[in-house]
Structure formats: C-alpha cells, structure tokens
C-alpha cells in the first residue's frame, strides 16, 4: 500500500522545461511560421516547421540536449539560406525570414523555462511583424488568436500554480487575450503615431499580382481568377448603369504581333483631347489597393486629374508615385461623352493603325473584304466584326488554347475560344487592318453594387480589356467585342470573369461580396487610422486638432479610467468568500508565502503546506512552525474558532513577512 | 498552548503506549510495511473489517497472525473453498444426548480476529454468510441470534491475479470491508532484511500480546471522540460529492462510505497521537477507503480514480 500522494502546488527550483510549455513553445513557433508562410519560399517553411518538429520528437523521447556543432550550422544556415533565396540579408521579407529561421533554431537549445520565456517574446514580435505583410481583417484575427499558444506558453511555464494542463493553459491564455483588448484598443488610438504607416516601407519588388503594362493572349488569365479586391467606389449620387461601368485604366496603342503595349504612342506629348460632355457628370470617390504601379482607374471617362495625378492624351489617369498603400481620390466623369469628334491629329490616326508587318494574313484579307462591301462606312465594319462574334461560333472560356505565331489568325479562324482579351486584341486588329483608327483599353468592367453601403466593389477578377475605334463624326467610341459573344463557358475557377458581367459565380462569392462591407469598414477605420485621423481624434471636445502631449494625457486618462474600472470590476466579482476571519488571516498568509513562490495546491492539506513551507524557509521555520499549530488547533480542533486566538493568529499573519528567492 | 484547546480524549498514556509498542512489534515481523500495518491498526480502532488484496507471499498470513498475537485476541483462521458451507463457518447445532437437546456448536466465527484467507475461493452463499456476521456482528442459527465476541475483526485476503475458478465479490459486499489494503512487495532494504533476519515463524511464535480486547474496546472510543470540525466535515462531505457528480465515475461512494471515511480519519488521527481530525487524515486513509468502492464508469482503474478525486478536491 503506497501512502497516497498529495500533489504539491510548486515543483522547487526551476529546472528543465516541462514537456507541457515545450510542447506548447512549439506551437507557437509553428504559429509564427504559418503566419510568414504567404511570403516565405515553401520549401524553406517546411524545412524549418520539420526542424520544430523533429526537436519535439527528440525532446520527448529523451532529455537530450542538441550538439553544439548542429546548433552552430543551423544558425550559420538559416542566413545564407535567406541570403540565397532574396539575395540580400535586407528588407521585409529577408529580415523577416531570418528572424522566424533564428525563431525555429532557437527550440534547439530551449532546455530551461528561461529560455522558454524569451523564444515566447520573440515569438510574439516576429508575429507582429507578420501584420507588415497584410492588415486584412482576417488576417489581423488569425494573427491575434496566434497569440493564444504564447499566452498558454507562459501560464504553462509559471511554476506552482494549482491547476495544469492544456485546458487551464489556454483557458488562461484566452483570458489574457480578452483582457488585453481594451488596453490594445486605447494604445492603438492614443498612442501618437507616425505620419506614415510602419507598412508602408518599400518592399522588394517581389512578383505582384494585379494588372501589368502588357496584354497578350492568356496574360490576364491569372488576374481573371483572382478574386482580390481591387478598389472600392463611392459615389455621390446613384451608381451608373451597369452597362456603363468601365473603369479605364490605361491604353495600349502598339501590337507587336502577339502582344499589345502602351508603346511610344502612349508616352508622346500630344495635345489633350476636351471631353464634349452632355449629361451631368458623375463625382465618385476610389479607394484604390495597393497594386505598386503608377496607373489609376477612373469610370469612362474621366475629366479631369485628381491631386498628384496626371491624366494623359489618351484620358488614362496616373500617379506620380506607384500607389504602394491604399490611395483615395476623387474624380470626375462623363458617362456620356464625345472624344475628338470632328477631327483626328494626324499622328495619333497613324499609332491608332500601325500594325506589324508579315502578321495574320487571313485577318489582314477579311478586312479587307469588309471594307471592299462597307466602301466607305466605317461603322457598318464595326458591325460586321461584331457580327463575327455573336455569329462565328465563338466562345468565351477561360481556359482558352495555346495559340500560334499568328495568334490572332488562329484565334480567328481556329481556336475561336478566348477571353476578353483575345476579343478586345482580335477586334482592334480587325479594324486597323480595315482601316478605322483603333485601340486597346484596359480596365475593369462591372463589380458588385454594395446596397446596404452603397459602394461599387471591383475585384481583381472584374479586370477587362475592350477596344475603341474612331468613327468620324462620333470621336472615340468604346466597343466591347467580348460582350457581343453569346457562348459562355463557365470556368470553376471562384468569381471569375467580371468581364462578361458577372456570368460565372460561385455560390460564395456572393456572400464574400456582401461582407466585402467588414473588409471596407476595417480599410477606413482602422488600418487607414492614420496621424491624421488621429487629430482629429478630440474634435467631439472642441480640439480642432490634437497634439501629441494632448494624446498622452488622454492615454494616461483612458488607462487610468480603465485600470479603475478593472479595479472596480475585480472588487465587485463573487471571489472565493473566506468563511471567516480565521479563513481571511489564512488566505493572507497563503498570498504572502505565493509571492515568493511557495503557492499552496488546491488539494494539498493544510500541515502539508506547512511544512513544506518550513523547509523552504529555514529562517523563518519557528515562526511558521508556531503559525502552523496555531492555524490547524484553530481550524480542525474547536467547532468554532474563538475570537481572542483568531485575532492573536491575524496578527502574527500580519507581522510576518517572508522574504526568499527561489534558486 | 491554551487549555481550551487541550486534549478531551486523548488515549491515556498507558493504553496510548502499549498502542505504540503494538504497532511496534508488528512492524518488527513486517520489515518494511510501516504504511499498511498503520492502515490495519486504523481499521480496527475505527471499528471496521479489513481487505488484504495481493499476490501470495508477500505477508498476508503474516500480518493477520502478528496482528492477532500482539493484539490479545482470540484468533481463528478459515481457508475458504469452493465447497466451504456457511455452517462451517457459523456452526451447527448437534443433537446432544445427554441433555435430549440440540447444543450449538460453535464455527470459527467465535473468534475476536478471525482471517477469512482467500475469501474469494468460497461460493456466494458462504461468503454472505460471513459478511451478515461481520455486518451484524452476530450471527443467527435455528432463529437464535448469537452475540459475537468483542472486538470482532475480520481480516480477508484474496488474490487479485489468479481469477480461476473463484466468485469475486460483488460491489455491494465488498462495502462492508472498510479498508481495502495491499502490501506490495518489499523493497530491496527491507527485503534484505527479511533474508538475512529470523525466521518470521519462529518471531511470531516469541511474541507476546501488547494489547488487550478491554485495551481495544478503550481505544475504539477514544478514536470515535477525535474531534473533527466543521471545516473537516465539509472536506469530508466535498469529496463524498465529489465521487458522485465525478464524469468518469457510475456509482460513488455510498453514506456508509462517508461514515467508514470519518472514522478512520479519526482513528489515524489517534494513532499519530492527536485528538483533532486533519485533512491530512482523510487523505492518508482516502484511497483504501474509496478505491473498492467506487465504480468507474469506463474501464479506469479505482484507486487511479480515488487519487484523482483527491487531486481536484479543495482543502481548506
């Protein structure tokens, strides 16, 4: 018969890290790694999560510690791995790529809870910092609750306490989390800022998704399927009809056989080109997303250039700087407009018809044959090519065939499977061949009408390409080929194809549109919370705008009135009610003896607490010895405690201050 | 300390030292079983029977025959089989000639420490029949009740491995034994001892008795005048709930359990010499009080269950 064993609440002086916090560290370090992920090279993810978790493994098998040499390579490795990888050893994604390998080798020489505590604060930091690479809302709450193995990390580590486990870990972890947001609430709107946002450091250059300068056939298929917002519109009054909501993002003149580019036409200083308007014109305001290129979009077309913008011959609007965070402006269209319509300056008549030489005969011919039956309407070969479209057997799919040297030829006569960009790139190739001056546009088209909110969302995939001929007597016309195809083939690739208004949708997208609304709030409110918004901070208190000292009285304020209110909160909670005064000189004596480490289980007995309380505190052993007997003659030997030897043993409580360091 | 607080029935130093010398002697055959030999003396100042559940060889015999020796008392020994009938046990009533009368004939019951070895080799009605003596702590025979000696003490053993061809006790009798004990082996100290000591039969023959049944009797009194307070009480009451409302329990312990739990921590709390009742008693006496008792709702083992209850319930 085994006497039973009592548990104790501490486990003496910190030795070896406990299975429990290790397991957990390694969680938090596996967080931190899945955080970085997006941004890091897989195979150097795996390579450090498999390292994690071999060290897991050999940890739990056996007590061993991991050899120096392997240490010391790893620590030489992870550097050069970056340094490899990027390139240079600087820079967002390099730092934080080194950090998160040095996070990982850390684990290997974890043996002590010491060192357990400091991988957990730079687990939380390089955490952090996976909020420079993307402050979406979703991303922001993955983040937050990745704190969640950290915190139970530190509560698993934090010797003595009554309770353990996984459950009361994270119990508490959560519990801290909770707390913490009201404190984080007010740090994040008092705490004077920076003019310019943390994540607006340039990043380096690293492959982006979102439109380029260059269309060829099949170039825009990735942007097709990718359902990323792009921008957001505002408009003052009603949203314009549907089918007028081209977003014009820039022109692409020259066609070197497969591709279309702005080309030097693009960049040529021609004399600007008044808009005739006719009907009001729409005022809107862009939310633009950072896409890292000069362009701006604006509803076709704009008038005007919005502040730090220039707008071209071509009515394309674009930025000084490339739009590396979230760029608002206000712009000016007419929706029903004339551009040029009596007259076409020579050298721009000559770029809108250049085509290479020894290209697409057969399309070169069919112009040709058109322009023989039209003679000399221009319009009825417009017509005739969009017949084409709606009657020649066409198809819009996505998933559209490889074409040849001849790409438009093949795409005519052959594949005639394609997308708005073969359409838009087939039928300017058309009209230059049948004479009609002709261009690319390139933009988005559609979105999704937020009614509830009343914004336009358009998303990556809302991206289109159409065509503009010049028809004398009308100027510049928009004509979008792709809207005359009447076969659709539905890709299953999520919300593809804005292009053809809004054709193919999954059953989530929309919901995903409908709570784009959270998205957009959280893009204003809080990650566009910026020193100026932060002025204006006090407005409802008469301050026009608020000064950094203004900013810390009100955080001093605010923390005080939160911690008071904490305090309040605390008081007014049903705790554990000693049952009488002898319970409360206990509870004190206990809380006395806790702060210097010496926490007493919650199933651990009374006598058994004492004396391992005497042994762990030989110079206060008589002391505690005398309270000892006093408390347990008190507590277990009368009914009823009497009051005279209840106030003696408060008062020995009282004057008893123990002082010891756990080694 | 102040005279309120001084002792009410605490064991007169005479009985208190011959107690001392008892659980003394035993230990000398015992090498090395201070814990289970304390338990034994708990069970018996508390007033309860005793279990000894173990492998063959490790001292069961042993300690019933040290424990009968040292104690004074009248000692009978019944091997259980499975054709044991009550009336071996109980008694017959013979006709007598003489008198032209049947005369009872009295079994080994009659006994103030009787060892049941191997109680579960004996069928169920033997068993029970032995259970109601200890229950009653009288037996009844063609209508006639008999009165037992006192103190009457039962110390059963049965082997827990080797399950062939036995009736184990069902959950309800084995309530009626109020600690279930086991002795374990040695460890190698005492097991050294025991090789190199004397021969135990020949120490057992040499012993003397410590105790008397009047000594008992006394000590029994004085264990059930401990005092156990109100914050005791509530310990007590916590872990008899504790054991009910447990997810990974089916049954917990029963009154009578909580009662045995009370009594025993009383009579521990005499044998370390105190006359208040301390948590430390209930938890010291805790699992060979509620490991037989309780039953798990999966297949957990009892005493693992017993020692988490103690665990998670909180003491003052």
Same mark, same amino acid.
């Given at each position: 018969?085994?006497?039973?064993?009592?548990?104790?609440?501490?486990?003496?002086?910190?030795?070896?890290?406990?299975?429990?916090?290790?397991?957990?560290?390694?969680?938090?370090?596996?967080?931190?790694?899945?955080?970085?992920?997006?941004?890091?090279?897989?195979?150097?993810?795996?390579?450090?999560?498999?390292?994690?978790?071999?060290?897991?493994?050999?940890?739990?098998?056996?007590?061993?510690?991991?050899?120096?040499?392997?240490?010391?390579?790893?620590?030489?490795?992870?550097?050069?791995?970056?340094?490899?990888?990027?390139?240079?050893?600087?820079?967002?994604?390099?730092?934080?790529?080194?950090?998160?390998?040095?996070?990982?080798?850390?684990?290997?020489?974890?043996?002590?809870?010491?060192?357990?505590?400091?991988?957990?604060?730079?687990?939380?930091?390089?955490?952090?910092?996976?909020?420079?690479?993307?402050?979406?809302?979703?991303?922001?709450?993955?983040?937050?609750?990745?704190?969640?193995?950290?915190?139970?990390?530190?509560?698993?580590?934090?010797?003595?306490?009554?309770?353990?486990?996984?459950?009361?870990?994270?119990?508490?972890?959560?519990?801290?989390?909770?707390?913490?947001?009201?404190?984080?609430?007010?740090?994040?709107?008092?705490?004077?800022?920076?003019?310019?946002?943390?994540?607006?450091?340039?990043?380096?250059?690293?492959?982006?998704?979102?439109?380029?300068?260059?269309?060829?056939?099949?170039?825009?298929?990735?942007?097709?399927?990718?359902?990323?917002?792009?921008?957001?519109?505002?408009?003052?009054?009603?949203?314009?009809?549907?089918?007028?909501?081209?977003?014009?993002?820039?022109?692409?003149?020259?066609?070197?056989?497969?591709?279309?580019?702005?080309?030097?036409?693009?960049?040529?200083?021609?004399?600007?080109?008044?808009?005739?308007?006719?009907?009001?014109?729409?005022?809107?305001?862009?939310?633009?997303?950072?896409?890292?290129?000069?362009?701006?979009?604006?509803?076709?077309?704009?008038?005007?250039?919005?502040?730090?913008?220039?707008?071209?011959?071509?009515?394309?609007?674009?930025?000084?700087?490339?739009?590396?965070?979230?760029?608002?402006?206000?712009?000016?269209?007419?929706?029903?407009?004339?551009?040029? $319509?009596?007259?076409?300056?020579? +050298? !721009?008549?000559? &770029?809108?018809?250049?085509?290479? %030489? /020894?290209?697409?005969? *057969?399309?070169?011919?069919?112009?040709?044959?058109?322009?023989?039956?039209?003679?000399?309407?221009?319009?009825?070969?417009?017509?005739?090519?969009?017949?084409?479209?709606?009657?020649?057997?066409?198809?819009?799919?996505?998933?559209?065939?490889?074409?040849?040297?001849?790409?438009?030829?093949?795409?005519?006569?052959?594949?005639?499977?394609?997308?708005?960009?073969?359409?838009?790139?087939?039928?300017?190739?058309?009209?230059?061949?049948?004479?009609?001056?002709?261009?690319?546009?390139?933009?988005?088209?559609?979105?999704?009408?937020?009614?509830?909110?009343?914004?336009?969302?358009?998303?990556?995939?809302?991206?289109?390409?159409?065509?503009?001929?010049?028809?004398?007597?009308?100027?510049?016309?928009?004509?979008? $080929?792709?809207?005359?195809?009447? +076969? !659709?083939?539905? &890709?299953?690739?999520?919300?593809? %194809? /804005?292009?053809?208004? *809004?054709?193919?949708?999954?059953?989530?997208?929309?919901?995903?549109?409908?709570?784009?609304?959270?998205?957009?709030?959280?893009?204003?409110?809080?990650?566009?919370?910026?020193?100026?918004?932060?002025?204006?901070?006090?407005?409802?208190?008469?301050?026009?705008?608020?000064?950094?000292?203004?900013?810390?009285?009100?955080?001093?304020?605010?923390?005080?009135?939160?911690?008071?209110?904490?305090?309040?909160?605390?008081?007014?909670?049903?705790?554990?009610?000693?049952?009488?005064?002898?319970?409360?000189?206990?509870?004190?004596?206990?809380?006395?003896?806790?702060?210097?480490?010496?926490?007493?289980?919650?199933?651990?007995?009374?006598?058994?607490?004492?004396?391992?309380?005497?042994?762990?505190?030989?110079?206060?052993?008589?002391?505690?010895?005398?309270?000892?007997?006093?408390?347990?003659?008190?507590?277990? %030997?009368?009914?009823?405690?009497?009051?005279?030897?209840?106030?003696?043993?408060?008062?020995?409580?009282?004057?008893?201050?123990?002082?010891?360091?756990?080694? | 300390?102040?005279?309120?607080?001084?002792?009410?029935?605490?064991?007169?130093?005479?009985?208190?030292?011959?107690?001392?010398?008892?659980?003394?002697?035993?230990?000398?055959?015992?090498?090395?079983?201070?814990?289970?030999?304390?338990?034994?003396?708990?069970?018996?100042?508390?007033?309860?029977?005793?279990?000894?559940?173990?492998?063959?060889?490790?001292?069961?015999?042993?300690?019933?025959?040290?424990?009968?020796?040292?104690?004074?008392?009248?000692?009978?020994?019944?091997?259980?089989?499975?054709?044991?009938?009550?009336?071996?046990?109980?008694?017959?009533?013979?006709?007598?000639?003489?008198?032209?009368?049947?005369?009872?004939?009295?079994?080994?019951?009659?006994?103030?420490?009787?060892?049941?070895?191997?109680?579960?080799?004996?069928?169920?009605?033997?068993?029970?029949?032995?259970?109601?003596?200890?229950?009653?702590?009288?037996?009844?025979?063609?209508?006639?009740?008999?009165?037992?000696?006192?103190?009457?003490?039962?110390?059963?053993?049965?082997?827990?491995?080797?399950?062939?061809?036995?009736?184990?006790?069902?959950?309800?009798?084995?309530?009626?034994?109020?600690?279930?004990?086991?002795?374990?082996?040695?460890?190698?100290?005492?097991?050294?001892?025991?090789?190199?000591?004397?021969?135990?039969?020949?120490?057992?023959?040499?012993?003397?008795?410590?105790?008397?049944?009047?000594?008992?009797?006394?000590?029994?009194?004085?264990?059930?005048?401990?005092?156990?307070?109100?914050?005791?009480?509530?310990?007590?009451?916590?872990?008899?709930?504790?054991?009910?409302?447990?997810?990974?329990?089916?049954?917990?312990?029963?009154?009578?359990?909580?009662?045995?739990?009370?009594?025993?921590?009383?009579?521990?709390?005499?044998?370390?010499?105190?006359?208040?009742?301390?948590?430390?008693?209930?938890?010291?006496?805790?699992?060979?009080?509620?490991?037989?008792?309780?039953?798990?709702?999966?297949?957990?083992?009892?005493?693992?269950?017993?020692?988490?209850?103690?665990?998670?319930?909180?003491?003052?």
């Amino acid at each position: 018969m085994k006497a039973p064993r009592i548990p104790t609440g501490t486990h003496g002086p910190a030795s070896g890290l406990a299975p429990l916090p290790f397991t957990l560290l390694c969680a938090t370090v596996l967080c931190v790694l899945a955080a970085h992920a997006p941004h890091m090279p897989v195979w150097y993810t795996t390579v450090l999560a498999a390292i994690v978790a071999a060290r897991w493994w050999q940890r739990r098998r056996q007590r061993g510690r991991v050899s120096a040499w392997l240490r010391v390579a790893l620590l030489v490795a992870v550097p050069a791995a970056v340094v490899a990888v990027y390139g240079t050893p600087f820079g967002r994604e390099p730092g934080a790529a080194i950090v998160c390998g040095l996070l990982a080798v850390k684990l290997l020489e974890s043996e002590r809870p010491r060192d357990a505590r400091m991988a957990v604060g730079f687990a939380c930091f390089i955490l952090m910092s996976a909020l420079l690479f993307d402050q979406a809302l979703a991303f922001t709450i993955i983040v937050g609750l990745m704190l969640l193995p950290a915190l139970a990390t530190l509560r698993a580590l934090e010797p003595g306490l009554p309770e353990s486990g996984w459950l009361p870990a994270f119990r508490t972890g959560a519990v801290l989390l909770g707390a913490s947001l009201p404190a984080a609430l007010l740090g994040f709107l008092l705490i004077p800022r920076l003019a310019t946002p943390l994540w607006g450091a340039p990043g380096n250059g690293v492959a982006r998704t979102g439109m380029t300068d260059r269309m060829a056939p099949g170039d825009l298929h990735s942007l097709l399927t990718d359902n990323a917002v792009a921008m957001r519109i505002g408009f003052d009054g009603a949203p314009p009809p549907e089918n007028q909501r081209y977003f014009r993002g820039m022109v692409l003149w020259s066609f070197d056989g497969r591709a279309w580019v702005p080309g030097a036409a693009a960049r040529r200083p021609w004399p600007p080109v008044p808009v005739g308007v006719h009907d009001p014109l729409t005022h809107y305001d862009v939310t633009l997303l950072p896409s890292h290129r000069h362009w701006m979009f604006a509803l076709d077309v704009p008038v005007d250039a919005p502040e730090d913008a220039v707008m071209g011959p071509d009515h394309t609007l674009s930025s000084s700087k490339p739009i590396d965070q979230t760029l608002h402006y206000r712009v000016a269209s007419a929706t029903d407009y004339q551009l040029a $319509p009596e007259r076409l300056d020579p +050298r !721009i008549r000559a &770029a809108a018809l250049e085509l290479p %030489a /020894g290209f697409d005969p *057969g399309a070169h011919a069919l112009a040709e044959r058109w322009r023989t039956a039209a003679g000399g309407d221009d319009a009825a070969i417009v017509r005739d090519a969009l017949a084409l479209f709606r009657d020649g057997d066409f198809v819009y799919d996505l998933d559209a065939p490889p074409l040849d040297r001849n790409s438009v030829d093949d795409f005519l006569f052959n594949t005639k499977t394609g997308f708005c960009e073969h359409y838009a790139s087939a039928f300017t190739f058309l009209m230059r061949a049948a004479g009609i001056p002709a261009r690319v546009v390139v933009g988005y088209q559609g979105g999704y009408w937020n009614a509830f909110a009343h914004y336009l969302l358009i998303r990556q995939s809302d991206a289109h390409a159409w065509s503009e001929v010049w028809l004398a007597g009308r100027g510049w016309v928009r004509v979008d $080929p792709t809207a005359a195809v009447s +076969r !659709i083939i539905l &890709a299953d690739t999520g919300g593809a %194809a /804005g292009d053809v208004g *809004g054709g193919n949708r999954s059953w989530w997208m929309p919901w995903q549109n409908r709570l784009d609304v959270i998205n957009r709030w959280w893009g204003q409110t809080v990650v566009g919370f910026d020193a100026l918004s932060q002025g204006r901070l006090f407005r409802p208190f008469g301050v026009e705008h608020a000064t950094a000292q203004m900013l810390g009285i009100g955080l001093a304020i605010a923390v005080f009135l939160t911690l008071g209110f904490g305090a309040l909160l605390a008081s007014l909670r049903p705790h554990h009610k000693p049952r009488d005064a002898l319970a409360t000189a206990q509870q004190r004596l206990q809380h006395r003896l806790a702060r210097i480490g010496i926490v007493r289980g919650t199933a651990e007995g009374p006598r058994d607490f004492f004396s391992r309380s005497v042994a762990a505190l030989p110079d206060s052993a008589s002391t505690l010895r005398t309270l000892s007997t006093e408390y347990l003659v008190l507590r277990y %030997a009368c009914a009823e405690p009497p009051p005279e030897q209840t106030r003696a043993f408060a008062r020995r409580v009282r004057n008893f201050h123990p002082r010891h360091v756990l080694k | 300390m102040d005279q309120n607080f001084t002792v009410a029935a605490k064991a007169d130093s005479l009985t208190r030292q011959r107690l001392d010398a008892a659980i003394a002697q035993v230990n000398e055959v015992l090498v090395g079983k201070n814990q289970p030999i304390r338990m034994a003396f708990a069970c018996l100042l508390a007033g309860g029977h005793l279990l000894v559940e173990d492998v063959p060889g490790v001292g069961k015999t042993t300690l019933a025959h040290a424990l009968a020796t040292t104690l004074g008392l009248s000692f009978r020994r019944i091997q259980f089989t499975s054709d044991l009938l009550p009336t071996d046990i109980v008694g017959v009533s013979v006709f007598d000639r003489d008198s032209g009368a049947f005369r009872f004939q009295q079994g080994p019951i009659f006994a103030q420490l009787l060892l049941a070895d191997e109680i579960n080799r004996a069928t169920p009605k033997t068993q029970s029949a032995l259970l109601e003596a200890m229950a009653e702590g009288q037996v009844t025979v063609d209508g006639a009740s008999r009165a037992l000696p006192e103190p009457f003490f039962v110390v059963a053993t049965q082997n827990p491995l080797d399950m062939a061809g036995t009736y184990p006790l069902p959950d309800s009798q084995l309530d009626r034994f109020m600690l279930r004990i086991s002795l374990d082996y040695p460890d190698a100290d005492a097991e050294r001892r025991l090789l190199t000591g004397e021969d135990r039969s020949a120490m057992l023959e040499r012993m003397a008795a410590r105790l008397s049944g009047p000594d008992i009797m006394t000590l029994r009194r004085q264990a059930r005048a401990v005092t156990a307070s109100p914050a005791l009480l509530d310990y007590v009451q916590a872990l008899v709930t504790a054991s009910r409302k447990h997810p990974d329990i089916r049954t917990g312990l029963s009154p009578r359990a909580g009662l045995a739990l009370l009594a025993c921590a009383r009579a521990w709390a005499l044998l370390g010499d105190r006359n208040y009742t301390l948590p430390e008693d209930v938890q010291a006496v805790f699992v060979a009080i509620a490991g037989h008792r309780l039953i798990p709702a999966r297949n957990l083992a009892r005493d693992t269950l017993a020692q988490a209850l103690l665990e998670t319930v909180a003491v003052e």
